[in-house]
């Protein structure tokens, strides 16, 4: 039996080199290892490589020319000649391998992000039995052959751009005598056609040929190689049996109207309260209030670097300190949160009900941004108003929780408190009475709901501009004009901004860019006037602008108000993971005051514009679902696209969804992994950041920093974060903060202290709102200012 072969993929740090290998691991069947173009200097390089038979070189920001782009990857082209291995290079990876060999590498004219070519080729070498290949490209480098790189080099095939764009730009070509074969294109995107994805086999059938004829036989794999760090997991020990039991009720109420609920469960006098909303009955389903148990509930908050979580228990005064990890270590505090989890993980509970008590709450930008290892701006916006103000993670554990099934009306009382039964009935009791008070039915008939729970909204156009009408007519605004100050992101400076992440996008250091601004809401209310803005702001919104992932969450200083219409991750007790990113949007009102139907917006968001966009996004998700699901022992792991830019409509835009799955098998589980381990490496959400993630997230990070003055400094905080739960029962669900607003609860605390000794009638304070959109090499600046408008004063609609 021949032994299986090893192949190392030299990642550069790009969104979809996981894909890559995915790709390469079932087309090879060959063990695929992952290292990181900086992992190894040269010396310890070339020992490793002898333990495989062949390099894969994947994609990556920035030019072959630089050395801080490329790291180890030139000197696979210069072993000496008893250490040469067949190589494929993959974009940045050709490209390289035709600077080595003399070709020069240029910008191209038109850049070609997440846009698809026919590839011309000739049926030959890595394009045997190959018919017409249609394949995306994510490159603005191009490599053009001279005299010399022709001697050396072969070209395999061309794509066509016409004379308006840059003429024939080169797509494949391998080595006339080393076993170096490169292309441009990405074989591995989901929109590549499968002869487009066949090189892949014929690159191995040609590597295997040579080894073969070389007799090269790779060694054993080094002493003490280290499994790489994504198959570590989180808990670091295998999973842990229940030991809690979970005791609940469950009726029908299909009268329940949640707002009522939440009234009932004294949201306007709570200091804190915590619920997650579907208020638009689609993709969302269910609503989940965490309920505070006096002197037991607890919010846990932490901010980047920090060595210490802080513990707050409802109704009890102060904080409590717990050292959670070192400074250096960046799983510290999601480790932490994995051992609290295993030690509290209950049975019990109705299988039908996603939550059965857990954390809620949510991760901001910036704690995504150093899951990701990437060094936050310093000093951070906040610093001068002490550090524990502005959590950086803020989660409440609850016990106690409702939940309602918004579409068929169930609805459960649950705890996992000993002897908490009495709570249970009593709450019962009194929801069913709040119920039966009710007039009229709020959830959905169950004839709207698709086998997976995704209700789809009608098709009718008629109907859809009724409700654009009611959700845009003026209604007696929220508080007095004269009280609301707003403070909107400049123009100018944001479309120099877009400007900004063009540049970027030609020079090859990223495919896109989701470019954002903060704008802040400064309130004066009266003292005399006691009802809770924030209630007020929300009750508001989930009319004006109903969401599938809207919430509410006050506890640890931070008021989040929130109507997301996007889904970041979710993830069941069984392992079954989703993302549904959202790019590419329309909206709905427009100049003229009429409506955009639905066809309309087909049409706006049928373009290679909108469509590239979505794409970069869909493949980047892909990679970072296959980051952690990859190399399951069970054979029913793995990842694939269920839904491909389907035009999702809401109430005042539309938008482009795609829906991607995983699996995470039972093996794994066993292992201790858990939800937890794809959202800690899948952080900051890509649709909010841009691909490749971290060079984005860096250069977006100078462009931004640059952009917010005031307070901010740069930081999106809790917008562009995710929001959302882990239960006790294994399930997860988490939303992208955006159309969304917080504040900073003791913002302007002794502030409103003076004001009130010195006999001033009103108090202060901020709601800070971010918005933004993707930014490509196709976007019209002026274009991308309206987007984020749009986008903002789905939220921003509520003050005016
Ligand atoms: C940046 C925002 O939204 C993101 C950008 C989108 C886009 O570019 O079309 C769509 C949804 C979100 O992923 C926002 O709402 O502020
Ligand atoms: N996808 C890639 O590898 C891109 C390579 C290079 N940064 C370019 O833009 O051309």
């Not at 790009?14 to 173009?37: E, G, M, Q, Y």
């Not at 002493?223 to 009726?251: C, D, H």
Request: a negative charge.
């Amino acid at each position: 039996m021949t032994p299986v072969r090893r192949i190392l993929l030299v990642d550069a740090y790009d969104s979809f080199s996981n894909n890559l290998a995915a790709l390469i691991r079932l087309v090879t069947h060959a063990d695929v290892h992952t290292i990181k173009i900086n992992t190894y200097n040269e010396r310890e390089f070339r020992r490793i490589l002898k333990s495989f038979d062949a390099i894969v070189i994947g994609p990556g920001p920035g030019t072959p020319t630089d050395i801080d782009d490329v790291g180890i990857i030139p000197h696979i082209y210069n072993l000496p000649e008893e250490e040469v291995i067949p190589v494929f290079g993959v974009c940045l990876g050709f490209q390289s391998l035709c600077l080595e060999f003399g070709a020069t590498i240029s910008r191209l004219k038109v850049v070609k992000h997440g846009q698809s070519s026919i590839i011309k080729h000739h049926g030959n070498d890595l394009f045997q039995n190959c018919g017409e290949v249609d394949a995306i490209r994510y490159h603005s480098l191009r490599a053009e052959m001279n005299e010399e790189a022709l001697k050396e080099l072969q070209v395999l095939a061309v794509s066509d751009d016409g004379p308006e764009e840059n003429g024939e730009v080169i797509m494949a070509v391998k080595h006339k005598r080393l076993p170096y074969w490169g292309v441009q294109y990405h074989p591995e995107s989901c929109c590549t056609n499968l002869d487009g994805a066949k090189v892949v086999a014929n690159w191995w059938r040609l590597a295997t040929g040579w080894l073969n004829r070389k007799e090269r036989v790779s060694q054993p794999l080094p002493e003490g190689w280290v499994v790489p760090l994504e198959k570590q997991n989180l808990l670091g020990m295998p999973r842990v049996p229940a030991e809690r039991t979970i005791y609940y009720q469950s009726f029908h109420a299909p009268c329940l109207d949640i707002v009522e609920l939440c009234e009932l469960l004294e949201v306007r006098t709570q200091q804190q309260f915590v619920m997650l909303d579907s208020s638009a009955k689609h993709t969302g389903r269910y609503t989940i209030i965490g309920v505070f148990m006096p002197k037991w509930t607890d919010t846990y908050t932490w901010r980047v670097g920090d060595e210490n979580m802080f513990t707050e228990t409802f109704g009890k005064p102060g904080v409590d300190q717990e050292y959670i990890c070192p400074d250096d270590s960046p799983d510290g505090i999601w480790g932490d949160l994995a051992s609290r989890m295993a030690s509290m993980s209950a049975t019990g509970g109705d299988e039908e009900c996603p939550f059965w008590g857990g954390f809620i709450g949510y991760f901001n930008y910036e704690a995504g941004v150093s899951a990701l290892d990437v060094e936050l701006a310093s000093p951070r916006g906040d610093e001068r108003e002490g550090r524990t103000k502005t959590p950086d993670m803020n989660l409440t554990f609850f016990g106690r929780s409702i939940v309602v099934d918004n579409i068929s009306g169930k609805v459960w009382v649950q705890t996992l408190e000993f002897r908490d039964e009495t709570w249970v009935l009593e709450m019962t009791e009194k929801i069913k009475l709040l119920a039966a008070m009710s007039i009229t039915p709020t959830t959905t008939p169950p004839n709207e709901v698709a086998e997976n729970g995704v209700v789809t909204l009608p098709r009718s156009t008629a109907s859809s501009s009724a409700r654009v009408t009611a959700a845009t007519a003026v209604a007696e605004p929220l508080f007095p004009i004269s009280a609301v100050k707003v403070t909107q992101p400049d123009k100018e400076k944001y479309i120099a901004n877009v400007e900004n992440c063009q540049r970027e996008l030609a020079k090859g250091e990223s495919y896109e860019l989701c470019l954002t601004a903060q704008t802040t809401v400064d309130l004066e209310i009266p003292f005399t006037d006691d009802e809770d803005s924030a209630w007020k702001i929300y009750k508001h919104l989930r009319k004006r602008n109903p969401a599938p992932f809207a919430g509410f969450y006050r506890a640890g200083n931070t008021t989040l108000v929130s109507s997301s219409p996007e889904r970041f991750l979710s993830w069941d007790r069984h392992g079954h993971f989703q993302l549904r990113p959202i790019k590419g949007t329309v909206r709905k009102a427009k100049p003229d005051g009429t409506i955009v139907t639905r066809r309309e917006a087909e049409e706006i968001l049928n373009t290679p514009k909108e469509r590239a966009e979505n794409l970069m996004i869909v493949d980047l998700i892909r990679h970072d679902l296959h980051g952690v699901l990859d190399g399951q022992e069970d054979e029913d792991g793995g990842v694939k696209v269920s839904k491909l830019m389907g035009i999702e409509e809401y109430e005042t835009v539309f938008q482009l969804v795609s829906v991607i799955e995983g699996r995470m098998g039972e093996h794994m589980r066993e292992e201790g992994f858990s939800g937890m381990d794809v959202l800690y490496r899948s952080l900051p959400p890509g649709s909010m950041t841009g691909a490749p993630k971290k060079r984005s997230v860096e250069i977006l990070q100078d462009i931004e920093r640059d952009a917010n003055e005031g307070n901010n400094r740069g930081e999106r905080g809790v917008y562009s974060g995710v929001f959302g739960y882990w239960s006790v029962c294994g399930a997860g669900d988490w939303s992208v903060v955006i159309r969304s607003m917080y504040r900073f609860n003791e913002e302007f605390h002794h502030e409103n202290i003076a004001r009130r000794e010195t006999g001033m009638d009103t108090r202060r304070e901020r709601w800070r709102l971010g918005a933004g959109g993707a930014v490509t090499a196709l976007s019209d600046p002026e274009g991308e200012w309206e987007e984020m408008l749009t986008k903002l004063n789905s939220t921003l609609a509520v003050f005016q």
